[in-house]
RNA sequence: GCCCGGGUGGCGGAAUCGGUAGACGCAGCGGACUUAAAAUCCGUUGUCCGCAAGGACGUGGGGGUUCAAGUCCCCCCCCGGGCACCA
C-alpha cells in the first residue's frame, strides 16, 4: 500500500525550512512512511538507539548526534529495500523524577508523561524516522511486568538472592548504590559522599555467568575499548589455591596467588582483617594491636582502603604458617592492602616479584628473598632489580633453579596438587549484582515474604512447582526468618502503590515502607490475589500473611531488555511472539555512548543469556554490533553544562536553521565517534549548501529550474561525477563515516552549480543521496523533481561502474622523492613513456641536470618517481 | 602506576595495504552585483625567501628504515578516556 501524494507539499519559491519541515513531518506521521512491516519474508534491518532517560531538561544537543546517525542509516536502509525496524522509548524510572516527586509531591507518572511529551515533540521536530507505534515505557505496568517476569526467571533459576552485605549507602540519596555508580568514592549522581553499611539486599548471581560474559566478548563486533572494559570488569585471572599448614593449629590457611611459580620466595603471610581466622591466630600478646587494628580497618571506606592508603598499614598475629615445601615458619600478619572480597581473603606474600609486598615487608623490615632472574644473560644485561614482576627463570628455588617461569607455575602447581596441598584456580574480580535500590520510583519486586511454615506448606501444594529455586531465598532478621514466594505470573504486574510521600523511609528502607496496607497483607500464593492484613482473613487454604519486598529494583532492569520489547510491544501473553522475536532478533546496529560500557550493555548481556537459556530469545547475545557516537562539547573546548553556559538547545538551531541544517552539520562536524566542539559560525556552512541545493533544483518561480532537463545528455565528467558520488557515499554511509559524505555531496554540488544544464536522471540521483541526511528538504525536491512517491519509498541509486572508467591517469612526478610536476597519461603506459614525458618537464630536468640517474620507481597512476645524483 | 585512544593551517577536520599533506567547511583577505545592506557569485588563503618563474621548510619533539614516511620501527613530551592494593 503506497500512500497517496494527495497535494504539493509547499509551494514556496524560496527555501522556506520551517513549512517544508513541519509539512513533512506531518506527512510521515500521517502516512506513517516510518513504521515497520510485520512482513517476514523480506530482509529485516534493525537499528536501535540507547533509549533516553526523560528529563526535565528537555534534549540537549547530544541526543540528535546519535539519533541522526541512526536516523540516517535507517533511511539509507529503507531505500536499500530492507524492512526497516527504529524505534524510541523511555526510560523514565530514576531518581531526579522521585527527587522532583519529594520536593514537589507529584506524582512521579505525572512528570514522566509531561518530560516524555516534551521529549517526543523534540525528537519529532528533528524529522527522525522513529517508528511511534512501538513506543516503550519502563514505567508502564505493561512494560514491566516483564521486568518482574524476567526477575522472576532468575529467581526460580538460584540466580537471585538475599544477603545483608556492606552496602554503599549514601545519605544524601538515602539509598545503597552498586559499584558502578560510585565515582571516586562519590555518588554518581549528585558526587554526595557515599559509606559502607550493612543492610538486606537483593543480589543478582551474575558470577555464575563470568565465563560466558567473557568468551563470547569475541563473537561481537564493538569497539575494541569497550571489549577491553568489560574483560578488565570481569577480570579473569588463572593461578593455584596454595594450603599453608599453621604451626599451633589443625586449621590450615588456604590462599590464592596467580604467581606459584614464586613459592620459594614467600617470606610472610597476609590475612585480611575481616578473615574467618584472625581471632584464632591472634596470639594474646598481639591481642590489643590486632583489635584495634582490625576496628579501625573496619571504619575505613573502601576509598580510605585504596586510593588514599599511601602507606601500607599492618599489623603481626603473633603467629606462623608452615610453608608447604620447606616447612619453614612463615609470620602471618593482618594488613588491610588484602581484601577479604577477592580470592580467599588471604595471600602468600612474595616481596621480592609483587610491588604491594615489596612496599610492605620494605616498611616492616620483612626479608625479601628473590627468587626470579632476568632470562637475559648477556654482558650489558642490567641486573634485576627488585620488585621484579617481568619474565625470567627461577633462582633460589631448589630443584626449579632454571626454570623459565610460566614451566615453574605449572609443576610447582602440580607438585602441590598431588601432594594435597593446592590446586590450579581461576578468580574473577567480577562481583554479584546488588539489584535492590530503597526508592519509591522503580519496579516493585514480585515477591511475597512469608514464615517457614507458610512456606513449606505453600510448596507442598505443588502450585508453585516450576517457579520455585532449588534452594528457598531467605534471610533472618531479629530471630525471625521470611521466606520468598515469586508472584503468580498471571498476577503480575505489581504495580506501585500510590503513597502520601515520596520521601525515603529514613529506616535504610523506600518509602513503600509507610505503605502500609500494600505492604503487610493477606495473599493467596496460587492465585496472588491479597487484601491488607488489617482486614480479616479471606476463607481459605492458599491465603497467608505476608509481607511485601520494599526495595525495588534499580534502573538498569528496565534498559536491561527493552530492545526486545519493541520487536512486539503490546503483547500480553509474553515478552514478544517468538516469531517476531525470531524474524527481528537482535539490533543490527547498536549506537549508544561509551559510558555505559560497563554498566548498561554488560547487565544486559547476562539477561539475554539468562533469557536465552530459558529458550525466550534465540541468540545467546543481544548487541553484535554496536558503535559510540562521541560527544559534542561546547564552543569553548569544555563539556556542555548548564554553569559553564554553553549548552546549545536544538530547538533555538532548528529555529533559525532548520532541521536539516542541523543534521546535516551535526554529522559533518568530524567523525561521529569523536569528541568535537560545537561551533556556531560553522553551521552557516552546511545552511548555504542547502540553499545552494535549493537554488540549482527549483527556479525563482518555484517550479523545476530549467537548468534540470530530462533530454539532457550529461557530460563525461557530470556522468563519472555522479556515480563516484553514489559510490562513496554508499560505502561511508555503510561505515557511518557522514562527515566525508557530506563534503562528497558539497563537491557535487559546486560542480551542479558550475553547469549550464543537468539531466533530471542525475538530479534525482543526487536529491535521492541527499535524502537520508536531511530528508524534508529532499523530500520537497523530489516532488517537484516530478516523483508522485515520497523519496523514502525510492530505490538507492545504482552505481554504473561503466561511467567510472578513465582513459587516463594523472603520474606525478618525483625527483629524489620530491613532488617535481605530474602530466595525464594513457592509463596503459609504460614507464619509459612516462619518464619521456617527465624528462621534457624543466622542473624535473632541472633537478636531473648533470646528475646521474640512479634508479627509477614507477607506480601506475601513482607516481614516477627518478633517483638522480 | 597500568591499559587504551589521540596530537595535522587561525578553527572543525580530509588523506593511513607508505606514493602530490591540508579535500570539504568555517574564519580571513581581495573583487563582482547592489543607492546600501542582506543574499549570491568569482578569486585568494600552511610558513619563509622571491617582482615572478620557482625554491626551502612543514603533520607534538628526537632518532631510524625506505627511492619515497602524517602513515612503519625505537625513545620522549602533551591531551583525553578507562582501571586502580583483585595478590
Redesign the pocket.
Known amino acids: 500500500m503506497l500512500p497517496f501524494f494527495k497535494t504539493m507539499a509547499t509551494n514556496s519559491p524560496d527555501y522556506n525550512f520551517t513549512e517544508i519541515e513541519s509539512t513533512w513531518q506531518k506527512y510521515w506521521e500521517e502516512n506513517k512512511t516510518c513504521a515497520a512491516e510485520e512482513a517476514q519474508d523480506k530482509e529485516k534491518y534493525y537499528i536501535l538507539d540507547m533509549f533516553p532517560y526523560p528529563s526535565g531538561a528537555g534534549l540537549h544537543i547530544g541526543h540528535p548526534e546519535g539519533y541522526t546517525g541512526t536516523d540516517i542509516l535507517a533511511r539509507y536502509q529503507r531505500a536499500k529495500g530492507k524492512n526497516v525496524l527504529h524505534p524510541m522509548g523511555w526510560d523514565a524510572f530514576g531518581l531526579p523524577t522521585e527527587q522532583y516527586a519529594i520536593k514537589t509531591g507529584k506524582h512521579p507518572k505525572e512528570t514522566s508523561e509531561i518530560n516524555i511529551k516534551n521529549f517526543r515533540a523534540q525528537l519529532q521536530k528533528l524529522g527522525f524516522y522513529f517508528d511511534y507505534d512501538r513506543e516503550v515505557n519502563t514505567t508502564d505496568p505493561n512494560y514491566y511486568r516483564w521486568t518482574q517476569w524476567i526477575f522472576l526467571q532468575l529467581f526460580k533459576r538460584g540466580l537471585a538472592y538475599v544477603d545483608k552485605r556492606p552496602v554503599w549507602w549514601c545519605e544524601a540519596l538515602g539509598t545503597v548504590l552498586a559499584n558502578e555508580e560510585i565515582?571516586d568514592g562519590k555518588s554518581e549522581r549528585g558526587a554526595h559522599p557515599v559509606v559502607r553499611k550493612n543492610l538486606r539486599q537483593w543480589v543478582l548471581k551474575i558470577t555464575a555467568y563470568a565465563e560466558r560474559l567473557l568468551e563470547d566478548l569475541d563473537e561481537l563486533d564493538w569497539p575494541?575499548?569497550t571489549k577491553?572494559?568489560q574483560k578488565?570488569?570481569i577480570?579473569k585471572?588463572t593461578?593455584a589455591n596454595v594450603t599453608f599448614g599453621l604451626e599451633n593449629s589443625d586449621e590450615t590457611l588456604e590462599i590464592?596467588?596467580?604467581?606459584p611459580d614464586t613459592l620459594m620466595g614467600v617470606s610472610y603471610m597476609v590475612l585480611?582483617p575481616e578473615h574467618a581466622l584472625v581471632e584464632e591466630l591472634t596470639t594474646a600478646e598481639q591481642k590489643d594491636a590486632v583489635q584495634t587494628y582490625a576496628n579501625t580497618a573496619a571504619a575505613k571506606s573502601?576509598l580510605e582502603?585504596?586510593?588514599l592508603?599511601k602507606e601500607?598499614?599492618g599489623v603481626f598475629s603473633g603467629s606462623y604458617a608452615i610453608h608447604p615445601i620447606t616447612g619453614n615458619r612463615v609470620p602471618i600478619w593482618i594488613a588491610?592492602?588484602?581484601?577479604?572480597?577477592?580470592?580467599t581473603?588471604a595471600?602468600m606474600a612474595?616481596p621480592a616479584h609483587?610491588t604491594?609486598d615489596h612496599?610492605f615487608a620494605t616498611q616492616f623490615e620483612i626479608p625479601i628473598v628473590q627468587v626470579i632472574e632476568k632470562a637475559d644473560k648477556s654482558a650489558d644485561a642490567e641486573a634485576t632489580e627488585l620488585p621484579y614482576t617481568g619474565d625470567g627463570v627461577l633462582v633460589n628455588s631448589g630443584e626449579y633453579d632454571g626454570l623459565d617461569w610460566q614451566v615453574a607455575k605449572e609443576k610447582i602447581t602440580e607438585s602441590l596438587s598431588t601432594e594435597g596441598k593446592g590446586k590450579a584456580t581461576t578468580?574473577y574480580?567480577l562481583r554479584d549484582w546488588l539489584f535492590s535500590r530503597q526508592r519509591y520510583w522503580g519496579e516493585p519486586f514480585p515477591i511475597a515474604w512469608v514464615t517457614k511454615e507458610d512456606y513449606i506448606a505453600a510448596v507442598a501444594s505443588g502450585d508453585l512447582a516450576g517457579h520455585l529455586p532449588d534452594e528457598p531465598v531467605v534471610y533472618t532478621e531479629e530471630g525471625v526468618s521470611h521466606y520468598a514466594l515469586p508472584i503468580p505470573t498471571k498476577a503480575l504486574p505489581l504495580t506501585l502503590p500510590d503513597v502520601e510521600s515520596y520521601e525515603p523511609a529514613g529506616t535504610g528502607e523506600s518509602p513503600l515502607a509507610k505503605a502500609t496496607d500494600w505492604l503487610e497483607i493477606w495473599y493467596n500464593y496460587e492465585s496472588g490475589e491479597y487484601v491488607p492484613a488489617s482486614q480479616d482473613k479471606p476463607e481459605g487454604e492458599k491465603w497467608l500473611r505476608a509481607s511485601r519486598e520494599t526495595n525495588t529494583m534499580p534502573q538498569w532492569a528496565g534498559s536491561c531488555w527493552y530492545y526486545l520489547r519493541y520487536v512486539d510491544p503490546t503483547n500480553s501473553e509474553a515478552i514478544g511472539d517468538p516469531e517476531k522475536l525470531k524474524y527481528w532478533g537482535v539490533p543490527d546496529m547498536y549506537v549508544g555512548g561509551?559510558?555505559h560500557?560497563?554498566l548498561h550493555l554488560f547487565y544486559a548481556r547476562f539477561w539475554h543469556k539468562v533469557l536465552f537459556d530459558e529458550g525466550v530469545v534465540p541468540t545467546s547475545e543481544p548487541f553484535t554490533k554496536l558503535f559510540h557516537q562521541g560527544i559534542i562539547l561546547g564552543e569553548n573546548g569544555q563539556k556542555m553544562s548548564k554553569s559553564l553556559g554553553n549548552v546549545v538547545n536544538p530547538d533555538d538551531i532548528i529555529k533559525d536553521y532548520g532541521a536539516d541544517t542541523l543534521r546535516l552539520y551535526l554529522m559533518?562536524?568530524?567523525?561521529l565517534e569523536?569528541?568535537?566542539?560545537w561551533?556556531t559560525?560553522?553551521i552557516?556552512?552546511?545552511f548555504?549548501?542547502l540553499?545552494?541545493v535549493w537554488?540549482e533544483l527549483v527556479g525563482q518561480d518555484g517550479q523545476l529550474n530549467e537548468k534540470v532537463n530530462a533530454d539532457f545528455a550529461d557530460s563525461k565528467e557530470t556522468d563519472r561525477l555522479i556515480n563516484e558520488t553514489i559510490k562513496k557515499i554508499t560505502e561511508d554511509t555503510e561505515n557511518l563515516?557522514f562527515?566525508?559524505a557530506?563534503?562528497t555531496m558539497?563537491?557535487f554540488a559546486?560542480h551542479l552549480?558550475?553547469l549550464e544544464s543537468v539531466s533530471l536522471n542525475t538530479a534525482k540521483s543526487f536529491v535521492q543521496l541527499l535524502a537520508p541526511f536531511a530528508p524534508h528538504i529532499c523530500e520537497e525536491l523530489w516532488k517537484r523533481l516530478g516523483s508522485d512517491k515520497t523519496v523514502t519509498q525510492a530505490p538507492w541509486p545504482q552505481v554504473d561502474e561503466s561511467k567510472l572508467v578513465v582513459d587516463e591517469i594523472?603520474v606525478?612526478f618525483?625527483v629524489?622523492?620530491?613532488?617535481?610536476g605530474?602530466t595525464m597519461v594513457a592509463k596503459d603506459a609504460t614507464q619509459d613513456d612516462v619518464l619521456a614525458i617527465a624528462m621534457q618537464e624543466p622542473?624535473v630536468t632541472?633537478?636531473t641536470d648533470g646528475k646521474t640517474i640512479r634508479?627509477v620507481?614507477y607506480?601506475p597512476g601513482?607516481?614516477l618517481?627518478i633517483?638522480a645524483n
Open positions: 565515582v575494541d575499548s577491553r572494559m578488565a570488569w577480570g585471572s593461578g590464592y596467588t596467580t604467581r585480611a573502601d582502603r585504596t586510593e592508603a601500607k598499614t588491610d592492602y588484602v581484601l577479604v572480597s577477592y580470592g581473603g595471600i612474595v609483587d604491594r612496599e578468580q574480580k561509551a559510558e560500557a560497563v559533518f562536524l568530524g567523525p569523536a569528541m568535537k566542539p561551533n559560525k560553522g552557516e556552512g552546511t548555504r549548501f540553499k545552494k537554488r563515516r562527515n566525508t557530506i563534503s558539497m563537491i559546486n552549480q558550475s594523472k606525478v618525483q629524489n622523492g620530491k613532488f617535481r605530474q622542473r632541472a633537478q634508479k620507481i607506480v601513482k607516481i618517481n633517483v
